[in-house]
């Protein structure tokens, strides 16, 4: 009586459209930024200083206005990517990656060793989305 081996199978590698490369990658740029604030609490003095109103230009209107515009854009990437028209889509993602690594560079300096790690983390997806963008395939006609 003969016995069937089980065979090795191959898994299946399905590609990924643009668009959800895209998304995921603006989802973790977001995810990096939220954990970055969150371990920012934990800096010593960081609570209390906030408790007690010594936020600086981040506890003015501008300064929470001008924070909620700085994540409210990559946030809003995550759904654009997917919903703008491709071409739409592409130069946003360029122009938007490209300027949101400058901003995370811009931070990094005399930062504590956790945010310039995320902030790298960041920079790197940031310039990914901008290369993938820019690398957006045609179609030929």
Same mark, same amino acid.
């Given at each position: 009586?003969?016995?069937?081996?089980?065979? $090795?199978?191959?898994?299946?590698?399905?590609?990924? +459209?643009?668009?959800?490369?895209?998304? $995921? *990658?603006? =989802? !973790?740029?977001?995810?990096?930024?939220?954990?970055?604030?969150? %371990?920012?609490?934990?800096?010593? &003095?960081?609570?209390?200083?906030?408790? !007690? &109103?010594?936020?600086?230009? *981040?506890?003015?209107?501008?300064?929470? %206005?001008?924070? #909620?515009?700085?994540?409210?854009? +990559?946030?809003?990437?995550?759904?654009? /990517? @997917?919903?703008?028209?491709?071409?739409?889509?592409?130069? !946003?993602?360029?122009?938007? &990656?490209? *300027?949101?690594?400058?901003? @995370?560079?811009?931070? *990094? +300096?005399?930062?504590? !060793?956790?945010? @310039?790690?995320?902030? =790298?983390?960041? #920079?790197?997806?940031?310039?990914?989305? $901008?290369?993938?963008?820019?690398?957006? +395939?045609?179609?030929? /006609?």
């Amino acid at each position: 009586m003969e016995t069937s081996k089980p065979t $090795a199978s191959t898994l299946r590698d399905v590609k990924v +459209p643009v668009r959800f490369k895209l998304s $995921a *990658l603006w =989802t !973790a740029v977001m995810l990096c930024y939220i954990y970055g604030d969150l %371990f920012s609490l934990f800096k010593p &003095g960081t609570v209390r200083d906030i408790a !007690a &109103g010594n936020t600086g230009f *981040l506890g003015t209107q501008g300064g929470l %206005f001008a924070s #909620a515009l700085l994540m409210a854009i +990559p946030s809003v990437m995550v759904a654009l /990517s @997917i919903l703008l028209a491709p071409a739409i889509s592409r130069y !946003a993602n360029i122009v938007l &990656g490209l *300027l949101y690594t400058a901003v @995370i560079l811009a931070t *990094l +300096p005399h930062a504590w !060793a956790f945010y @310039i790690f995320l902030g =790298t983390v960041e #920079a790197v997806l940031t310039l990914s989305i $901008a290369w993938i963008a820019l690398r957006w +395939p045609r179609t030929t /006609s």
